[in-house]
C-alpha cells in the first residue's frame, strides 16, 4: 500500500473527514488532498503529526515506499543500464520536486523520471548514463525550454540501484525532498539542496553537504551521519534508544539536544553523528517510541 492510500485509509478508519484531519494537523485541506491523490507528501514535522494523530509509528505510515515509485504518472521517461560488476556511482540530477533513492536486488540502474503535468517531458529531459572503467555517471540534461525551477515544481525522480554492485554513491540532487531508502553501501555522499530528507533503512556512512536549513528523519538508520553546513540550522530526528556520539569539526558549529536523555556521547557507539563547516548548528531531537519501529 503506498503512502497515499495508506493515508486515506487511516483518516477513513477514524472516522475523519479530510477538513477535520487538516484542522487536527493544522494544515489545509487542500494539503491532506495532495497527500491522499500522491500529487504531494508532507514534510518531516507533518509526518510525526501524522503518526502521532494514528497512534502508529512512521515506518507503518510510510508503509512500503517502493509502491510509490510504481505509481501510474501521465508522462514519464525510463532508462536503464546493466551493470556486471562493482562500480562507483556519480549522479548530477539537477533540480526535482522529490527525488527517490532505493535500493534493491538486481542488475540495472534504472532512472524514472516522471509528471503529471510536464507534457513534453520525453523531450525536454534527457538522462545520459555512461560506464567508464569504475565509475558509473548518470547525468540528467536539460533541453529545449526546459529549466530547474519548472522542474523543481513538476518533475518527480525515482531512482533504483543494484546494491550488490554499488558500495560508493555520490549524488547530485537540488530536490524540495528527498527520500533514501533500503539502501546498503559503505559511502554515500549527498551534495542537496533540499530541506526535507528522509533516510529508511539505510546502512553506511552518509555525508550530507547543503547549506540550507533541513529537517532530516532517521526512524531506522545504521551508520556514521555527517552533516557539511555553512550558517545552517538543522534538526535530526534519531529514535530514542539509538546510542550515538557526537563529534563537531570547523568553526563556530553546535550541536545541540531536544532534551539532557539525548547526551549520550558513548563511546564505541555504532553511530557517529558529526557536523563540520561553519557557523551552524544542529538539533539532535529524539522519536518516540511510538513513532517508529526499532532498529
Known sequence: MTFAENLKKLRKQNHFSQEQLATKLNVSRQAITKWETGAGFPDIENLISISSAFNI?????????????????LYESVTEYDIDQVKRLDMKLGGAKQCVLSGYQGEKIRVRLTSDSYSTLQ?????????????????????????????????????????????????????????IQSLDCSN?????????????????????????????????????????????????????????????KGIGNHILFENNALQQNLENCETVIELNGLKSELMICSLKEENYESL
Open 123 to 179: 523531450n525536454d529531459f534527457k538522462v545520459k548514463i555512461d560506464d567508464i572503467r569504475n565509475r558509473i555517471d548518470v547525468d540528467m540534461n536539460l533541453k529545449n525550454s526546459a529549466c530547474e525551477s519548472i522542474s523543481k515544481e513538476e518533475i518527480y525522480i525515482f531512482i533504483e540501484i543494484p546494491v550488490s554492485y554499488i558500495q560508493h554513491i555520490e549524488c547530485d540532487i537540488h530536490a524540495n525532498e528527498v527520500i
Open 188 to 248: 554515500l555522499e549527498l551534495d542537496i539542496k533540499s530541506s526535507h530528507v528522509l533516510l529508511k533503512e539505510v546502512t553506511g556512512n552518509v555525508e550530507i553537504n547543503c547549506n540550507l536549513d533541513m529537517e532530516v528523519l532517521c526512524p531506522s538508520f545504521k551508520g556514521d551521519l555527517s552533516f557539511n553546513q555553512l550558517s545552517s540550522t538543522s534538526k535530526l530526528y534519531i529514535p530514542e534508544n539509538l546510542k550515538f556520539s557526537t563529534h563537531t
Open 57 to 73: 509509528s512512521i515506518d507503518e505510515l510510510i508503509g512500503n515506499l517502493k509502491e510509490d515509485i510504481s505509481k501510474d504518472f
